[in-house]
C-alpha cells in the first residue's frame, strides 16, 4: 500500500480528517521506521471547502487523484443523510479494482450508496446506526462495535473510532508492531477494549404503560428485592402467565430482560458516581453477587465493571487515569 487518497466535501468534520492525517499523512521517524504514504486530500470540487467547525478548508486534488488509491477515505460531513453520488462512485471504482475503502463515521452512509454495504457487517456512529438501517436494508448494522472489515470495506464508528480502524487497517498491511509504534506515537491505545455499547448515553426509562406504569416505577425504586415473575405477579395478582403476558404487551420485552437492563444502568450510575466495592454493588442493585453483575455488565456494556470503573469514573475529588 503506497497511496492513500481522503476525500472531503462540504460539511466535513475536521476531526475526522485530521484523526486519517495522523496515521496516513506522518513523515518518516527513523526512531518509528514507520511506512510512508503518498497522502491526498481531495475533493469534488477543487478549491474551499466549507468545514463545520469556523474555518475553512482549500483543497487542490479533484476526485480524480483517488483514482490510483490504494485505500482510498471517505471523510464524514455534516449532511451525511445525502451522500454524494461522485463520491459514491469513487468509493465504488476503488472497491472494484481492490483497493481498501474506509468509510469513517458516518461516511458510512456513502458506502451504503455506493452499494458496498449490501450483504456486508458494518457500523456507524451509535446515534445514526437506526439511519443507516433504514437508508440501506440490505446492510447488516452492528452498533456494537468500534470497526468492522467485511473484505477490503472498513467501517469505524464515532470520531475516535476513525483510529482504531485505521490502526486495524495498518495491523493488517504492515503487522501487529508497525500499528503499535503508530499508536505509541499518537499516545492511543493499538486496540481499544469493547465496543460503542460503553459510550452508548442510555435513556431515562421509559416507564409509561396501560396498566403497569406503578408497578415499573416501584421496580426501579427497589431493585435490590425480589423482582422474579412470581414475586411480581403476586403485586399485580395476577397469575404468572397472566402476568408476563400482560407485562410484553405493554413494555415489548419480558420482565427479566426489563430488570436486568435497569439494574445493569443502576450499577453503571454508582460505578461511575461511588468507590464502592463491585460486591456491594451487585448487592445493591439486585444481582446479588460480583460474579452475576460482571456477567450481565459485560455482555451489556461490552467492558467489565471495573474497566467501565477505570474510564468512566467521577468520584469527587478524584483524578481519573485512562489506561491502554
Not at 77 to 81: A, G
Not at 154 to 157: D, E, L
Not at 272 to 275: A, G, P, Q
Not at 292 to 296: E, I, M, P, S, Y
Given at each position: 500500500m503506497?497511496k492513500v487518497?481522503?476525500?472531503v466535501?462540504d ?7 485530521g484523526?486519517?492525517?495522523e496515521?496516513?499523512?506522518e ?13 491526498v ?6 478549491g474551499?471547502?466549507r468545514?463545520v467547525?469556523g474555518?475553512?478548508l482549500?483543497v487542490?486534488h479533484?476526485?480524480d487523484a ?9 471523510v464524514p ?5 445525502e451522500?454524494s453520488?461522485e463520491v459514491a462512485?469513487v468509493?465504488?471504482?476503488a472497491h472494484?479494482?481492490g483497493?481498501?475503502?474506509l468509510?469513517h463515521?458516518?461516511?458510512?452512509f456513502t458506502l451504503?450508496?455506493?452499494?458496498l454495504?449490501d450483504?456486508?457487517r458494518?457500523?456507524t456512529?451509535w446515534r445514526?446506526?437506526?439511519e ?10 452492528d ?7 467485511d473484505?477490503?470495506v472498513?467501517?469505524?464508528?464515532g470520531?475516535a473510532a476513525g483510529l ?8 493488517e498491511?504492515f503487522g501487529a508492531s508497525?500499528?503499535?509504534?503508530a499508536?505509541?506515537r499518537?499516545v492511543v491505545p493499538?486496540?481499544r477494549?469493547g ?12 416507564l409509561e404503560a396501560?396498566?403497569?406504569g406503578s ?8 431493585l435490590?428485592?425480589?423482582?422474579s415473575v412470581?414475586a411480581?405477579a ?6 404468572p ?13 419480558t420482565p ?5 437492563a435497569?439494574?445493569?444502568?443502576a450499577a453503571?450510575?454508582l460505578l461511575?458516581?461511588?468507590?464502592r ?6 448487592s445493591?442493585?439486585g444481582?446479588?453477587?460480583a460474579a ?5 455488565f ?6 467489565s465493571?471495573q474497566?467501565?470503573r ?5 468520584h469527587e475529588?478524584?483524578a481519573?487515569?485512562h489506561?491502554?
Open positions: 503506497r487518497a481522503a476525500v466535501q460539511g466535513v468534520e475536521p476531526f475526522g480528517l484523526a486519517m492525517c496515521v496516513w499523512a513523515p518518516y521517524h527513523p526512531e518509528d521506521d514507520n511506512p510512508v504514504f503518498d497522502f486530500v481531495c475533493t469534488p470540487r477543487p474551499r471547502v468545514s467547525s474555518f475553512d482549500h487542490d479533484g476526485l483517488a483514482d490510483d488509491a490504494d485505500l482510498v477515505i471517505i460531513k455534516r449532511d451525511f443523510q451522500p453520488p462512485a468509493a465504488a471504482a472494484e479494482r483497493a481498501w475503502v468509510g463515521c458516518t461516511a458510512a451504503g450508496e455506493a452499494g454495504l450483504g456486508r458494518c457500523t456512529h445514526h446506526s437506526g443507516l438501517e433504514a437508508a440501506y436494508p440490505r446492510a447488516q448494522v452498533c456494537n462495535v468500534l470497526y468492522v472489515q473484505g477490503r472498513i467501517t469505524g464508528a470520531s482504531d480502524a485505521a490502526l486495524h487497517l495498518m495491523r498491511e508497525v500499528a503499535a509504534k499508536a505509541r499518537m493499538a486496540h477494549e465496543g460503542q455499547a460503553q459510550f452508548i448515553a442510555r435513556a431515562v426509562p421509559d396501560d396498566t403497569l408497578l415499573l416505577t416501584w421496580i426501579v425504586e427497589h435490590a428485592e425480589d423482582l412470581e411480581l403476586r403485586r399485580q395478582h395476577m397469575s402467565r397472566t402476568f408476563a403476558r400482560r407485562f410484553r404487551d405493554e413494555t415489548g420485552t427479566h430482560a426489563w430488570v436486568t435497569h439494574r445493569v444502568a453503571e450510575e461511575e458516581s461511588t468507590d466495592s463491585v460486591e456491594w454493588i451487585a445493591e442493585v444481582f446479588g453477587n452475576t453483575l460482571r456477567q450481565h459485560t455482555r451489556s456494556r461490552g467492558v465493571p474497566r467501565y477505570r474510564i468512566f469514573a467521577r475529588g478524584q481519573v487515569e489506561t491502554a
